[in-house]
Antibody, heavy 119, light 106 residues
Framework: QLQLQESGPGLVKPSETLSLTCTVS??????????WGWIRQPPGKGLEWIGT???????FYNPSLESRVTISRDTSKNQFFLRLASVTAADTAVYYC???????????WGQGTMVTVSS | DIQMTQSPSSLSASVGDRVTITCRAS??????LAWYQQKPEEAPKSLIY???TLESGVPSRFSGSGSGTDFTLTISSLQPEDFATYYC?????????FGGGTKVQI
């Protein structure tokens, strides 16, 4: 059974870089046709798509964050990563990783990890 | 970007009620729409993809319909475990965008 687990610091200082890892078990991130995404949710608010990395390594980002976001992967560890630079309090949110594939929405989600931006 | 507008933003209902939530896209997205259910302190759960295809294990009281710009999520007979917030999401084109959510409460 596929499982995703987010990990990383729960507190990041303003202007620094937020770095999160999504560890995938029960399936390979290199498996054909699957897409691996990051989504966030500020406290009490709705969901925002951050970006996606495809099975072949191609990446797509939300234009609203594109200048600050990098999504990468380590296929040997079956992990993919989120880096968000120059964070502010507005980046405080629960960050989720999730999997989807062509024609389907985000079917499988991690439990989420809360990241607070504060000095 | 494609804007997704959900209505209502919240609704009050009782067990056994039929509940309908609508989602409108700012431009046509064919059937590339998903619905999610989120309970407090939990990750979203996928209910429906391709506008009307139920995810495995999702009760048949949930159904989705629509195409183009107008979509509907219907719960035919609301159960206690259905009180939650529901989101639509388009994946027709990047950036993927979500509706603002509909909170279903007693």
């Amino acid at each position: 059974q596929l499982q995703l687990q987010e990990s990383g610091p729960g507190l990041v200082k303003p202007s620094e870089t937020l770095s999160l890892t999504c560890t995938v078990s029960g399936g390979s991130i290199s498996s054909n046709s699957y897409y691996w995404g990051w989504i966030r949710q500020p406290p009490g608010k709705g969901l925002e798509w951050i970006g996606t990395i495809y099975f072949n390594g191609n990446t797509f980002y939300n234009p609203s964050l594109e200048s600050r976001v990098t999504i990468s992967r380590d296929t040997s560890k079956n992990q993919f990563f989120l880096r968000l630079a120059s964070v502010t309090a507005a980046d405080t949110a629960v960050y989720y990783c999730a999997r989807r594939y062509y024609g389907v929405g985000f079917q499988i989600w991690g439990q989420g990890t809360m990241v607070t931006v504060s000095s | 970007d494609i804007q997704m507008t959900q209505s209502p933003s919240s609704l009050s209902a009782s067990v056994g009620d039929r509940v309908t939530i609508t989602c409108r896209a700012s431009q046509g997205i064919s059937g590339w729409l998903a619905w999610y259910q989120q309970k407090p302190e939990e990750a979203p759960k996928s209910l429906i993809y391709a506008a009307s295809t139920l995810e495995s294990g999702v009760p048949s009281r949930f159904s989705g319909s629509g195409s183009g710009t107008d979509f509907t999520l219907t719960i035919s007979s609301l159960q206690p475990e259905d009180f939650a917030t529901y989101y639509c999401q388009q994946y027709s084109s990047y950036p993927a965008t979500f509706g603002g959510g509909t909170k279903v409460q007693i």
